[in-house]
């Protein structure tokens, strides 16, 4: 009993006053820079008062390019769309419906419908009171590749600019797309 007293005892109140400190081998107990640790997380689309323009998504630093891009300095003008009107799709013979099909689901049909008819789900259910634009609608019938290229990448009327989120190619795919439904609703 004596050695338990004088030589056990002492060396467990230590080993219990050791382990008490570190219940969680990734939370130590105390914290230099809180705020680090513990961040507030922000939804994409909420305000963040962190951020310069107060939005929380924001779109890529002005003038920069990602490295399999090429610069587009056309802006979401009438005249920078007639001077895209030009543009050649390089696209026009390499259409890949599939691939193709599979971009506008992502990016064009909650607005415009499966057929471009701009009937989409956010007008049809009523979130959106503003008729998107119908790819079949003379003014859109009447629109180059470029113009269409143009609309998407810089933007259209109330339509933000799709430039950011897609590539080059698939945008000249989402072009090759809208001519392809336009084909199919005249039949």
């Keep these: 009993m004596k050695i338990f007293k004088h030589y056990l005892l002492p060396g467990i109140m ?5 382990s008490a400190c ?41 003038g920069t390019v990602a490295t399999h891009e090429y610069a587009y300095h056309f802006v979401k003008t009438p005249e920078d769309e007639l001077k895209a009107a030009s543009l050649q799709n390089p696209l026009a013979d390499a259409f890949d419906q599939e691939h193709a099909k599979e971009m506008y689901d992502i ?15 956010l007008f049809t259910s009523k979130k959106y009171p503003y008729p998107p634009a119908s790819y079949h609608a003379e003014r859109a019938m009447a629109k180059t590749d470029g113009q269409l290229f143009h609309n998407i990448r810089a933007g259209f009327g109330v339509m933000g600019a799709h430039g ?10 989402l072009v090759n797309y809208i001519n392809y439904l336009q084909e199919k609703g005249l039949e």
Excluded at 14 to 18: E, S
Excluded at 37 to 48: D, I, P, V
Excluded at 107 to 121: L, P, R, S, V
């Design 14 to 18: 230590a080993a219990l006053l050791l």
């Design 107 to 121: 990016y064009c049909m909650i607005c415009h419908g499966e057929q471009g008819d701009g009937q989409g789900f």
């Design 164 to 173: 950011p989120q897609l590539s080059i190619e698939d945008t000249w795919q």
């Design 22 to 62: 570190d219940t969680n081998r990734n939370d130590p107990g105390w914290s230099y820079f809180n705020d680090m640790e513990h961040s507030q997380a922000y939804e994409t689309y909420s305000a963040n008062p962190n951020a310069p323009d107060g939005k929380t998504m924001a779109g890529p630093v002005e």
